[in-house]
């Protein structure tokens, strides 16, 4: 059974840093494209950044230079390093795990950020 625990959530004032892991279980994350999303309510959720197996990441425009996401094969967890929060950055953030036509979803983590 596959598990994305996510953890490292919660309440931030603006300008300040959280970290997000993804544990993964019942897969191994050295092979599958990882990723972070989130969902603001009302919305979709939309892709935050993402890291191939060969390394190669990607991020969306509005987290650039701010955010990096990581991995660590041995640990199969994945991260995402937040730095200089904004208001505009609160909402739940997704763990996924994608091989081929194959998705796994966490259950998700709540980011506030405060002005």
């Known amino acids: 059974q596959v598990q994305l625990v996510e953890s490292g959530g919660g309440l931030a004032q603006a300008g300040e840093s959280l970290r997000l892991s993804c544990s993964a279980s019942?897969?191994?994350?050295?092979?599958?494209?990882m990723g972070w999303y989130r969902q603001f309510p009302g919305k979709q959720r939309e892709l935050v950044a993402s890291?191939?197996?060969?390394?190669?990441?990607h991020y969306t425009d509005s987290v650039k230079g701010r955010f990096t996401i990581s991995r660590d094969n041995a640990l199969n967890a994945v991260y995402l390093q937040m730095n200089s929060l904004k208001p505009e950055d609160t909402a739940v953030y997704y763990c996924?795990?994608?091989?081929?036509?194959?998705?796994?979803w966490g259950q998700g983590t709540q980011v506030t950020v405060s002005s």
């Open positions: 996924n795990a994608r091989l081929g036509n194959l998705v796994y």
């Open positions: 019942g897969i191994h994350i050295s092979i599958n494209v």
């Open positions: 890291i191939t197996p060969s390394g190669t990441t």
